[in-house]
């Protein structure tokens, strides 16, 4: 029993350690990057070869590293005042270390031009080729700071996929003014989580909004937070993230065209009284019914999201700093977005849904076949994931102290329902 005792006593320390030394690592990390980044005050791209959107793309640009003597350095000086180094290919190996690697992550590969305020939100989103013509168009109608994960294939497509992007950039000026493009280069195609803590880990404000590019604004919520200083200080404090509604319409032809859709929660609340809009994927009610949409449609203030389901999705608005990433182990379509969810929620973060805001998803089709596989998969994968969590958030409250405060609430409540959880805190708690 003693020797039980102090033996998960030393794997406590040992799993504090290894927390302390993962979150230093990444906070140094960040912190560096954003300190020292050469480019974090200019317009330059980071590794030396790279080309500007003037010049001809055509020269390798982004297999020409393979020079060491060109690879980007990351500097940091010590109290001594002793220069360090190490190179920035090594160090993002480790941010995005959970990730299917080896993968060449090329930050701010365009960076926006419009000056930033800390305090605005950010759309950290990622982009698959065939939705770049609607990345345009998210960046006309928000003008506002957007951070895109983009994924290129490590093969000989990546030409054309980058001729693609000096495209859109040479046809909408605004993308210049209000986008940070990261490119993420390896052969790993949807790692959807990997590439929305790109455009997380990259984005310049204090807030961001995790939203799916088909998704068009339909009203302007940055504005409508920010004059609310009574969300502003919930945003602030880090402990709420916003939930936007989302809606689609039930016959699909009715979402393609943007420009017909309600810019008003009364206009809205017309074509749902129709039946011609609904929840998004109305469907799989799991994904975003923890919203109550019947309760949001009577509500003209923000409410508590109460029946929290882990199947939960919604788009949300929250702070960057301290709030938990995306699990980079979910590859592929099912659970990646609600895992993100989850372990959010878990951390004590509280959703609140705004009131008077919303989106809509821009319908369009899509191939179901490849997926069903991939879902299978992270199902399982989700299943030990939540468990894994549990157990995790646990440990640290506890270890902090903050098991019976109201910010473990979440977790309590949540991992109390998983059996194998209960049997394993019994002894902890
Ligand atoms: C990084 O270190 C190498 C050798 O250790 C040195 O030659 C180089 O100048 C350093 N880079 C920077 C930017 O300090
Ligand atoms: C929410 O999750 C539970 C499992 O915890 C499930 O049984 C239930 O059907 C879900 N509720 C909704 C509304 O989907
Ligand atoms: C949703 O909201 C309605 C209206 O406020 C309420 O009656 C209902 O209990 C809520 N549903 C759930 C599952 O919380």
Known sequence: MRAEISQSLSKAVKYIFIIYVTTSLIYTARHLYTTYSPSSNDNTVHVASLQRDATPISEHPIEAKKDTRLEKQIVWVNEQGVDQNMSENFMLSKVFSDAMGPSKVIPYYFKAKTPLDSEDITIATLVTRDRFPVLSRLVTHYQGPISVAIHIQDDESHEEILAELHELYRTNSLMKEYVDLHLIVDKFDRQFNMWRN????????????????????????????????????????????????????????????????????????????????????????????????????????????????????????????????????????????????????????????????????????????????????????????????????????????????????????????????????????
């Not at 068009?216 to 936007?244: W, Y």
């Not at 999201?305 to 379509?333: A, L």
């Not at 004590?348 to 490849?370: A, K, M, N, R």
């Open 198 to 429: 790109v455009a997380k880990f990259f984005a310049r404000t204090d807030y961001i909004v995790m939203l799916d590019v088909d998704f068009h604004i339909c009203t302007d919520f940055r504005q409508s937070i920010r004059e609310n200083p009574a969300i502003m200080e919930k945003l602030r404090s880090g402990n709420t993230a916003l939930v936007i509604p989302a809606f689609e319409f039930v016959e699909q032809p009715d979402g393609l065209d943007w420009k017909t859709f309600p810019t008003s929660k009364h206009d809205l609340l017309e074509i749902v009284e129709e039946g011609k809009i609904d929840m998004f994927h109305r469907g799989w009610k799991k994904g975003h019914g923890s919203t109550n949409y019947t309760k949001w449609y009577e509500s003209d203030s923000v409410y508590l999201v109460t029946d929290y389901n882990f199947s939960y999705e919604p788009y949300v608005i929250y702070k960057k700093e301290g709030s938990p990433w995306c699990d980079e182990r979910f590859i592929g379509y099912g659970a990646n977005k609600a895992a993100c969810l989850y372990e959010i929620y878990l951390s004590g973060i509280e959703y609140e849904v705004l009131p008077h805001d919303f989106l809509i998803h821009q319908t369009h089709y899509y191939p179901e076949s490849e997926r069903a596989k991939e879902r299978n998969y992270n199902r399982k994968l989700y299943d030990s994931f939540r468990e894994e969590v549990c157990l995790r958030y646990a440990r640290m409250f506890i270890t902090a102290g903050e098991w019976d405060s109201p910010r473990a609430d979440n977790l309590r409540n949540e991992c109390r329902k998983n059996r194998a959880f209960r049997a394993a805190i019994k002894g902890l708690a």
